[in-house]
C-alpha cells in the first residue's frame, strides 16, 4: 500500500547515498520525475539500438513519411505564387516552428497516448506499484527515438525556410525563434497530457484527444489567413497551440497579428506554457485520483 501511495503522489522517501554519515536527500517531484523518465528512457534506447539496422531504416522511413507532409505545400506552390499572401518561404517557416515544436512533443511525451488502453486492460497498476512519479514513467515507457525522424525533417525545413527569408533580425528577433520553439513543445506536451488524463474517464476518445495535437500541427503549418476568424480565436483564446508557433513567428515575419489579437501576443508564448502545465498537472492529479484500476 505504501508503494502506491508513493507512486500516486509522485514522491520518493529520503534516501542516503554513500554511507552513514551521508545526510539523506529528499529529491523534489520535478527532480525525481526527471531522473525517472531518464532511467526509463535509456532502457528503451538501448534495447532499440541492439538491432541498429532495424533502427536506422525506421528512422528514415519516419523522416520519409513526415517529408510527405512538406511534399504537399511544394506541389501547391508549383501552381501558386503564394497562399493566403504568405510565400513559399514564410510558410516553410510556419511549418518548420510548428513541426519541431509538435515533433519535440511527440518524440518525449508521444508514449502517453496510450493511456486509454492502459485504463481498460488495467496495465496502469504496474506503474502504480512502482514508488515512482507515474506521470514520467507512462511518458518514458516505449520511447521511440524512431520519432526523432520528426524533428529532423521539421528542423531541416526550418533551416532552409531560414535560408531562403529575407527578414530584418533584430536580437529580440534572434532570441525569440529558439524561445518559440521550446515553448511550443511544451504546450503540445500539456496538451497531450491533458488530453492523456481525459482518457481516464473516457478511454476510447484517443482520436478525439489526437485531433488537438496532430491536428493542431497540421493546423499551424498553414497561415492563419486561410482560416475562419472562429477557428484563429480558437487556437488563441480556448486550446491555445497559436503560441506554439503562429504568433511568434508572424512576429519574426514581420506579420500583423490576427484580427482581435494584440500584438504583444508574440511574446507570450513562456507565460502560457506555463499556464498549460499548471492545468495539465491539475487535470492528471484529477485523473488518477478517479483511477480505480481496470475499467474504471
Known amino acids: 500500500m505504501a508503494e502506491t501511495t508513493a507512486g500516486l503522489s509522485g514522491e520518493v522517501p529520503s534516501r542516503t547515498d554513500d554511507g552513514p554519515d551521508d545526510p539523506p536527500r529528499t529529491y523534489g517531484l520535478l527532480g525525481d520525475s526527471l531522473r525517472t523518465y531518464r532511467m526509463v528512457a535509456a532502457m528503451w534506447i538501448r534495447s532499440t539500438m541492439t538491432y541498429r539496422l532495424s533502427f536506422a ?3 528514415f522511413n519516419s ?3 513526415t517529408f510527405f507532409d512538406f511534399v504537399v505545400i511544394l506541389l501547391m506552390f508549383g501552381h501558386v505564387e ?3 499572401g504568405f510565400s513559399f518561404a514564410e510558410v516553410a517557416f510556419l511549418y518548420g516552428t510548428a513541426g ?3 515533433g519535440i512533443a511527440d518524440l518525449t511525451m508521444g508514449s502517453i497516448q496510450r493511456m486509454g488502453k492502459r485504463v481498460r486492460d488495467g496495465s496502469l497498476d504496474t506503474f502504480l506499484m512502482r514508488p515512482a512519479p507515474l506521470l514520467a514513467q507512462v511518458a518514458a515507457d516505449r520511447f521511440a527515438l524512431r520519432r526523432f525522424g520528426r524533428v529532423a525533417q521539421a528542423l531541416l525545413v526550418l533551416v532552409w525556410s531560414l535560408v531562403l527569408l529575407d527578414v530584418d533580425w533584430t536580437p529580440v528577433k534572434v532570441v525569440l525563434l529558439p524561445v518559440t520553439v521550446v515553448c511550443g513543445a511544451v504546450i503540445f506536451g500539456a496538451v497531450m497530457v491533458i488530453g492523456a488524463s481525459a482518457l481516464f474517464w473516457l478511454q476510447d476518445a484517443a ?4 485531433s488537438f ?4 500541427n497540421t493546423l499551424l503549418q498553414y497561415p492563419p489567413t486561410i482560416f475562419a476568424q472562429e477557428l ?3 487556437v488563441v483564446y480556448v486550446v491555445p497551440l497559436a503560441f506554439a508557433s503562429w504568433l511568434p513567428a508572424l512576429y519574426v515575419l514581420g506579420r500583423p497579428a490576427p484580427a482581435g489579437v494584440p500584438d504583444g501576443a508574440a511574446f507570450a508564448s513562456p507565460l502560457v506554457a506555463l499556464v498549460c502545465c499548471g492545468v495539465a498537472g491539475l487535470t492528471w492529479r484529477a485523473g488518477v485520483r478517479s483511477y480505480r ?4
Open 213 to 216: 495535437t496532430y491536428g493542431g
Open 63 to 65: 523522416l520519409c513519411v
Open 232 to 234: 484563429v480565436r480558437g
Open 100 to 102: 519541431t515544436a509538435f
Open 293 to 296: 484500476s481496470t475499467g474504471s
Open 82 to 84: 503564394g497562399l493566403g
Open 207 to 210: 482520436e478525439v484527444t489526437n
Open 57 to 59: 531504416l525506421t528512422l
